[in-house]
């Protein structure tokens, strides 16, 4: 066949090849149908489309045609090496008429068992740089038609290379994106193990112990405990710690949901079944379909509500609101309420079914004020928290500014805590938390740390005493306890100091090792 003759047959695979390109968005499914065109069209007796790993200077073979799979897995050449190799990166097309007679050519797959065959090899570039190469072999003919074959060649590998290296960019687009969600995954898996949970109490460590034990079942848990506790993170431990981790976790705050919404946005609506319905709307069972439902403040929710919540616990089905057609629910339920369940049942405010059903394994956080030995951790905790969100260097916490912690009753618990912190943080002038650092509710006297502090706060004599004691605390502690160098220090008569210490209870010889 002459050139003219080869003209409508390389038309025709120029069509195909573009036909491809415009409905292929996968390398590997690119490359072997622009093979298959050239096998079937131009009549080669092999052919191999390789490609250069990211990053590197290794080229594997990522299509075939006429290889077997082993053969294709040896094909991989390092730049310069081999005719493939020397062709990536020279950038310059290769044609040996015979590979019996060119010792250049390695036959590193084994496939040609000494066959006398022609090898045409074309570069494919891609912003002056190659990302790969074409060969195939042919059978050995006039030298003019296989050099022509070698132009046409050139010409397929100048239109595939923009696609190849587009489908590239998005494979690698979507692998960073995938490790990136997998790195978030992890940290978020991480964040919510429970050995990242801070406390260290007898009653925390039962909790940990109920986490690991009903972590990697589908049992319905409560979690039971004032505002505040941490429940939400208790969740989110037994779903990372589970199976279920790489599915969604999806957190519903029942009190926080208008009684009216509260059923379509856990079970979603129909189109038109009620006024406002513009269209179909999954509610967050759906939206958890693998994972975990997070009900918080399951008691608040309405005795309508409640029939439902229970069927959906029972049967594991669901309709959506104005819908007929039953919805599977693979959704693991943790519930978690502040309320007293009993009291409610006993006025008929909760059903007593659904408090056993979703009382399949209860989990009890301790409040605050019960757990006093994890204070001092948790203040730590947040201090190193907030240090690095506020660009602080915040080294240490006063000892007044401690005793206040430890003596107060923390009604908003661990929330209340970490608030406190926050405001220490963003309020310190130097590298410590004072006590006229903390909220006023915290503001008392040594000598009156059993108070139960009044909800407006402690007085201005109370503060004042307050802040004097802490001054001349941290003063002493400088000066290791000697009154007459903090005296000194803070420019007044040692008679003066020594009236304060006595006024205010405070033992210099206690600071005398501080350091």
């Not at 939400?232 to 009684?259: D, G, Q």
């Not at 406002?276 to 975990?292: H, L, M, P, Y």
């Not at 309709?319 to 008929?348: F, M």
Request: charged letters at 25%; a positive charge.
């Amino acid at each position: 066949m002459n050139k003219e003759q080869r003209q409508p047959i390389e038309l025709e695979i120029l069509y195909r090849i573009s036909q491809a390109m415009a409905h292929q968005h996968d390398v590997s499914a690119l490359l072997n149908e622009v093979l298959d065109v050239l096998e079937t069209e131009m009549g080669m007796v092999r052919g191999t489309l390789t490609l250069r790993r990211p990053d590197t200077d290794l080229f594997v073979i990522e299509a075939s045609r006429g290889l077997t799979a082993e053969e294709q897995k040896r094909g991989q050449y390092k730049l310069g090496e081999g005719i493939t190799g020397r062709v990536a990166k020279t950038m310059k097309p290769i044609l040996i008429p015979d590979i019996q007679k060119d010792p250049r050519f390695l036959d590193r797959t084994k496939a040609r068992k000494g066959a006398r065959v022609a090898f045409l090899c074309v570069p494919i570039i891609h912003q002056r740089k190659a990302i790969g190469a074409l060969s195939i072999d042919r059978p050995a003919q006039d030298e003019i038609l296989l050099k022509h074959d070698l132009k046409f060649l050139l010409l397929v590998t100048n239109i595939i290379a923009e696609a190849v290296a587009g489908i590239r960019e998005q494979i690698t687009e979507r692998e960073s994106l995938m490790a990136e969600n997998q790195r978030l995954r992890q940290q978020l898996g991480d964040q919510y193990h429970p050995s990242s949970i801070v406390g260290n109490c007898s009653s925390m460590r039962n909790v940990y112990e109920q986490i690991a034990q009903v972590a990697d079942s589908m049992a319905t848990v409560l979690i039971r405990g004032e505002s505040g506790t941490g429940k939400e993170l208790v969740a989110r431990a037994i779903h990372f710690a589970c199976s279920r981790k790489n599915n969604p976790f999806v957190a519903v705050n029942c009190a926080a949901l208008p009684e009216q919404l509260i059923e379509s946005e856990l079970f979603g609506h129909e189109k038109g079944s009620f006024t406002g319905a513009a269209q179909q709307r999954k509610g967050r069972f759906e939206i958890a379909n693998g994972g975990t439902l997070f009900l918080d403040e399951i008691g608040d929710i309405t005795p309508a509500v409640q029939v439902r919540l229970l069927r959906v616990l029972q049967e594991r089905t669901f309709e959506r609101v104005g819908g007929n057609s039953p919805i599977k629910a693979n959704v693991r339920v943790i519930a978690a309420t502040s309320k007293d369940l009993e009291k409610a049942i006993q006025e008929s405010r909760f059903r007593e079914d659904l408090f056993y059903r979703l009382n399949v394994f209860p989990i009890h956080l301790p409040p605050l004020r019960e757990r006093r030995s994890d204070i001092m951790l948790l203040a730590d905790y947040f201090l190193q928290k907030y240090n690095k969100i506020y660009h602080k260097q915040i080294k240490r916490i006063s000892t007044p500014a401690i005793n206040m912690m430890m003596s107060y009753h923390w009604p908003g618990n661990v929330r209340e805590l970490e608030n406190c912190i926050e405001r220490a943080v963003l309020t310190s002038t130097d590298a410590v938390v004072h006590g006229y650092s903390l909220p006023p509710s915290l503001q008392t006297s040594e000598q009156t740390h059993t108070e139960i502090i009044p909800e407006e706060g402690a007085n201005l004599k109370t503060m004042v005493n307050t802040y004097e004691r802490e001054i001349i605390v941290d003063t002493l502690k400088k000066y290791r306890g000697s009154a007459a160098a903090a005296a000194r220090h803070l420019n007044v008569t040692q008679r003066i100091i020594n009236y304060k210490i006595h006024q205010l209870g405070i033992v210099p010889r206690n600071y005398r090792q501080t350091i």
